[in-house]
Each structure stands twice: as structure tokens, then as C-alpha cells.
């Protein structure tokens, strides 16, 4: 173990975050009390932890065991970088924005890293949180981290991805970490709006307008005055109303239908859409200036598909939320027939099937035939989610789920037919968080 000068250690102390002085080869040499406090004792028989030991419980180095690891990058780079990760702590596994410098010596070469944890407020991988964002799956770290580098700038943000993915969530989350968090959060459904209702919704009318205009009504680019202005389905409005949006993205001025007078608009913008906007752009039906106006930072959001080991923390809150007054869970049989099913609809979907499932349970859990007849069904193809191709990892999940759902036998049976030994088998289950029913115990 190297020996850290007392000046390191007071330098550590100062911070008030918890932070750490880590050799070359992750040992945690020094920290401060804030990262005792958060992870406890840096030793184990007498020798120091690594830091992936303490945070993560692994036995190797985080980008080993499938994540991206800040200190990497500064080996790699020479420079500071900062990620997302997911932490073991005494309260549990919390969301923690890891930031490291290289700490180069007099020989230009680089001697410890410097790193420094601040919990993140935007998730939880707390299976009983009732609000909020949930999830701990690699693809949902990836969002969070993205919002977490987005929110406290002006940039403007674009939500992509299937309907159901929870965009909303994600722009209110947006606001609610922004410089703005005090000023309202407004949001415009785009998708269905004429164009007179699109511009009296968004910019207000004069008193006579139009028939029916018998006051002065506030548009809701006022009303986002100091706030954030949420524009839902973006890609749904229609080229003619394309160029009055794009006007008001590039002047920050608007008028009220029937009035003459220009008002000052002031807020920060996030889009959000389920179409393919380059797409639309290249086949004449989307603005291309509005298309890189409002593409300064987009986040691509992923399907339930592409995260579903966050099945049981979603289904967890979603149950809280819709019966806080049960104590009601999903039975193991109905988990891997979820596990199997592709959730076209996404985390809005699974939130109708859980709903619907409430109404039909009497008891305190939630059977297969408390779930709709397409979550049932040999829902046998999962080498696709939608047009993207799945990893082996998720493919195989999905398959085991889907086996082990339409599978009558023993443990010993199943690994037969799946050609691989129990220990295999188990293993698998284990990896991928998949419920073993008590016929494979």
C-alpha cells in the first residue's frame, strides 16, 4: 500500500462530496468522511479494497463486468470523465455520478486517480418508490446520465423513442434539474391540433379572433414564461404549421391570433417524438432547419424490450402506485410470462396490463390468468425489438423466459432440452434475474 501524504488527506476533507485517491490499479488509498459514511470500512483483512469492490460488490473492474468505467477513460485520455453508475450503499443500490481526474507526478506519467461521488436525485432502483423514474439496467443508466448532463444547460432536448417509453417523465425530469426547476413545466400535445388551434393554444388569442374569442386568452408560450416548454409528438405537426414554430425557436417572439403586437418568449425548450424525424426530413415531410433547430441534444429513450431486467422494479412501483392500500405482487408463473411478452406498448402498456390485473385478482398475487390473452401466447419471437436487432444477451433471456413459461418439467429436463448442464441453467437464471419456479428448485 502506498503512502498518502496528511496534505492528501485534507485535501479529501475539504470536498463535500464523498471522494477517494485510488492507485493505478483501483485501490482505494485514501477517502474522506463523507465516503465512509456512504460505503463503510476500505479494507478487508488488512489490505485496501478496490474501488469496484466497495461501490459495485464485483470482483473485477466495472468496464469488465459489462459497464463504462470513468477511470478507464482517464487512462485512456489523460482527461477527467465523468459517468453514471449504479452503487451499493447502506440504504440500498443508489444512482451516483462518478467523476475522476488522472493525478499525474513529476515524470508526466500518471500516479492515482482523484474521484468524487454525488448521488443522483433522477432515478431509483428502489423496487417500493411510488414517483419518479425507476430502472437500474445499463440502458436506463445511459438516459440518466445523458439528462443528467443536459438538464442544468439551456441546450435543447430531444426525447426519441417508441411510444410508452415514459418521454414526459424524462422532460419533467429535464425541467425539475434545470436552472429553472421553480418556473412552470408545460406541456403541448403537437399530435391532433389544427392549425388555428395550434397557434391559439400555443401563442393565445385577442379578444374577437375568431367566433367564439370573447376574452384574451394566454397561450402556453406564455404561460412557460421562466419554465419549460414541452412540445409532445413534434413530429405530428404539419409543414404548414412547421414554419410558425420554427419562427418562434428562431426570433424568440410570438403573436396572439388577431393581435399585431410582438411578445418576448422566454423559456427553455424539450421536444420529444416517437417518429424517425431524419427520416421524415429526407422524405420532404419534416422542416430540415426546424430538424437541426431543435436536434442540439437528442436521447434516444429505450423500448421496455431493451431494459427488461428492470421488469420487476417497474411492475414493483407500478403496483404501489396503482394499489397503495394492497399488499399485492406479481406470482412467479405471471413474471416469466411478462418476461416473454415484447410490450409493444412499452412501460404505458405494462402499466394498462398491471391495472387490469388488479381489477381481476382477489388475492395477493397476480396469476397468468389475471393477464390479457396476448401476454399468453407463444410469444416465441425474440430476435427482434421492433426493427432493432437484440443483443445475444437480451435474446437469451428473453428465450429462457419464454421456456421456462411453457416448459411442464424439472429442472434436470429443461436443461436437456435447452443442451446444457443444470449448474449452466442455474447460472443463466441467476444472471439475468429470471424468477425459478419451484418446479426447478
Not at 24 to 46: C, K, M, P, Q, W
Request: hydrophobic share 35%.
Amino acid at each position: 500500500m502506498q503512502a498518502i501524504t496528511p496534505e492528501w488527506q485534507s485535501f479529501l476533507e475539504v470536498l463535500q462530496e464523498p471522494a477517494a485517491l485510488l492507485s493505478t490499479d483501483y485501490e482505494l488509498l485514501a477517502v474522506n468522511s463523507h465516503y465512509r459514511h456512504d460505503y463503510g470500512d476500505i479494507t478487508r483483512a488488512g489490505r485496501p479494497l478496490r474501488c469496484f469492490e466497495v461501490s459495485h460488490h464485483y470482483t473485477v473492474p466495472c468496464d469488465q463486468a459489462g459497464e463504462d468505467c470513468p477511470i478507464r477513460n482517464c487512462r485512456e485520455t489523460g482527461q477527467p470523465s465523468r459517468m453514471l453508475h449504479l452503487h451499493h450503499t447502506p440504504r440500498g443500490e443508489e444512482h451516483v455520478e462518478v467523476e475522476a481526474w488522472p493525478i499525474l507526478g513529476e515524470d508526466g506519467q500518471i500516479h492515482y486517480y482523484l474521484e468524487r461521488m454525488r448521488k443522483s436525485s433522477l432515478g431509483s432502483a428502489d423496487p417500493t418508490t411510488s414517483d419518479g423514474m425507476i430502472g437500474r439496467s445499463a440502458a436506463f443508466n445511459r438516459v440518466l446520465e445523458l439528462i443528467q448532463r443536459a438538464a442544468p444547460s439551456m441546450a435543447t432536448v430531444l426525447l426519441l423513442g417508441e411510444s410508452g417509453t415514459g418521454k414526459e417523465v424524462m422532460a419533467s425530469a429535464v425541467h425539475a434539474n434545470s436552472a429553472r426547476a421553480s418556473g412552470p413545466f408545460v406541456p403541448v400535445e403537437c399530435s391532433g391540433l389544427t392549425e388555428t388551434l395550434f397557434e391559439s393554444e400555443l401563442f393565445g388569442h385577442e379578444k374577437g379572433a375568431f367566433t367564439g374569442a370573447v376574452t384574451r386568452k394566454i397561450g402556453l408560450v406564455e404561460a412557460a414564461r421562466g419554465g419549460t416548454l414541452f412540445l409532445d409528438e413534434l413530429g405530428d405537426v404539419p409543414l404548414s404549421l412547421q414554419v410558425k414554430l420554427l419562427r418562434l425557436l428562431e426570433t424568440g417572439t410570438y403573436r396572439r391570433v388577431g393581435g399585431v403586437e410582438s411578445h418576448q418568449a422566454e423559456f427553455r425548450l424539450v421536444c420529444a417524438t416517437h417518429r424517425q424525424l431524419k427520416k421524415m426530413v429526407d422524405e420532404g415531410s419534416f422542416r430540415q432547419d426546424l430538424f437541426y433547430r431543435i436536434n442540439a441534444f437528442p436521447i434516444e429513450l429505450p423500448s421496455l424490450r431493451e431494459r427488461i431486467e428492470d421488469l420487476p422494479l417497474l411492475a414493483s412501483s407500478l403496483l404501489t402506485r396503482l394499489a397503495p392500500e394492497r399488499r399485492i405482487a406479481l406470482s412467479e408463473e405471471a413474471m416469466r410470462y411478462l418476461y416473454a411478452y415484447r410490450f409493444p406498448g412499452n412501460i404505458r402498456e405494462l402499466r394498462n396490463i398491471l391495472e387490469r390485473a388488479l381489477l381481476l385478482a382477489d388475492g395477493d398475487r397476480i396469476m397468468p390468468e389475471h393477464l390479457p390473452p396476448e401476454c399468453l401466447s407463444d410469444g416465441d419471437d425474440f430476435r427482434y425489438a421492433g426493427n432493432q436487432l437484440l443483443s445475444l444477451d437480451q435474446a437469451e433471456a428473453r428465450h429462457l423466459s419464454w421456456a421456462i413459461a411453457h416448459f411442464d418439467g424439472d429442472r434436470k429436463k429443461l436443461a436437456a432440452q435447452l443442451g446444457v448442464s443444470e449448474r449452466t441453467l442455474y447460472r443463466k437464471l441467476q444472471q439475468y434475474k429470471i424468477p425459478m419456479p419451484r418446479t426447478l428448485r
